[in-house]
């Protein structure tokens, strides 16, 4: 039993050692990723984030400063939220308030109103319009299997590691637990369907579940609705 408690203990040891180290590379990633749309500058996928810095500050010179000032007084007003939620935490109304919706929303009507959208190459770069169809659903083809079954093994142990390291790290955030093989089984259902609408594999999105999860409650039922 001593040697089973010690092993147990070991693997959870190493588990959060390597969950912790993955969720701060995870937020350099997206911190740097993010950065070349704060500053409005198109930059090509780099392999190393201190490729991704330094392509960022050799561009400099092509940042879309409307861009830039909306990404700044977003994140303002962000932060401003969360230290109000923090500072007065008896005010509950204040926990129902949606700080990345109102932020979407707010801003969404301001370029519009402003005609931030239609400034040449100082544009604010929009979404536009969004096809409001489905893909038609195809049967699976399996010519290059022998050529893509490899890559696409890597991708799912890659894409599974990531989503359950992010799932185990907002559950212990929020005190929960998470079924690992339930994890598997949703992910490998949704690329099987996937696969039948050509979608990509599907995986859990580090920027998104953070700032759900920070900022719209996604571990509340409330936040579906």
Same mark, same amino acid.
Request: net charge negative; aromatic share 12%; charged share 15%.
């Given at each position: 039993?001593?040697?089973?408690?010690?092993?147990?203990?070991?693997?959870?040891? *190493?588990?959060?050692?390597?969950?912790?180290?993955?969720?701060?590379?995870?937020?350099?990633? /997206?911190?740097?990723?993010?950065?070349?749309? $704060?500053?409005?500058?198109?930059?090509?996928?780099?392999?190393?984030?201190?490729?991704?810095?330094?392509?960022?500050?050799?561009?400099?010179?092509?940042?879309?400063?409307?861009? @830039?000032?909306? %990404?700044? #007084?977003?994140?303002? /007003?962000?932060?401003?939220?969360?230290? #109000?939620?923090?500072?007065?935490?008896?005010?509950?109304?204040?926990?129902?308030?949606?700080?990345?919706?109102?932020?979407?929303?707010?801003?969404?009507?301001? #370029?519009?109103?402003?005609?931030?959208?239609?400034?040449?190459?100082?544009?604010?770069?929009?979404?536009?319009?969004?096809?409001?169809?489905?893909?038609?659903? &195809?049967? $699976?083809?399996?010519?290059?299997?022998?050529?893509?079954?490899?890559?696409?093994?890597? *991708?799912?142990? *890659?894409?599974?590691?990531?989503? *359950? &390291?992010?799932?185990?790290?907002?559950?212990?955030?929020?005190?929960?637990?998470?079924?690992? &093989?339930?994890?598997?089984?949703? @992910?490998? $259902?949704?690329? @099987?369907?996937?696969?039948?609408?050509?979608?990509?594999?599907?995986? %859990?999105?580090?920027?998104?579940?953070?700032?759900?999860?920070?900022? @719209?409650?996604?571990?509340?039922?409330?936040?579906?609705?």
């Amino acid at each position: 039993a001593s040697d089973v408690y010690k092993r147990q203990y070991k693997y959870i040891f *190493v588990f959060f050692l390597v969950l912790a180290g993955f969720m701060t590379a995870a937020g350099f990633v /997206i911190g740097t990723t993010q950065l070349t749309h $704060l500053f409005g500058i198109s930059l090509e996928s780099q392999p190393t984030i201190f490729q991704t810095i330094y392509q960022l500050f050799k561009n400099i010179g092509d940042t879309r400063y409307p861009t @830039l000032i909306v %990404g700044i #007084c977003g994140i303002i /007003i962000l932060l401003i939220l969360k230290i #109000c939620k923090k500072k007065f935490p008896e005010q509950t109304w204040l926990k129902l308030v949606p700080g990345a919706l109102i932020v979407v929303v707010l801003f969404t009507v301001i #370029c519009y109103a402003a005609g931030l959208y239609d400034l040449g190459d100082q544009s604010v770069a929009i979404v536009g319009a969004v096809e409001a169809t489905y893909p038609d659903p &195809s049967a $699976l083809d399996f010519s290059r299997f022998a050529d893509l079954v490899i890559p696409a093994v890597l *991708v799912s142990i *890659v894409g599974f590691m990531e989503s *359950v &390291s992010l799932a185990s790290a907002m559950a212990e955030e929020h005190d929960y637990k998470i079924n690992a &093989s339930q994890e598997l089984v949703a @992910l490998g $259902l949704a690329d @099987l369907v996937g696969a039948l609408f050509s979608s990509m594999a599907v995986t %859990g999105s580090l920027g998104r579940s953070a700032v759900s999860y920070t900022h @719209l409650r996604a571990h509340e039922t409330r936040h579906d609705l």
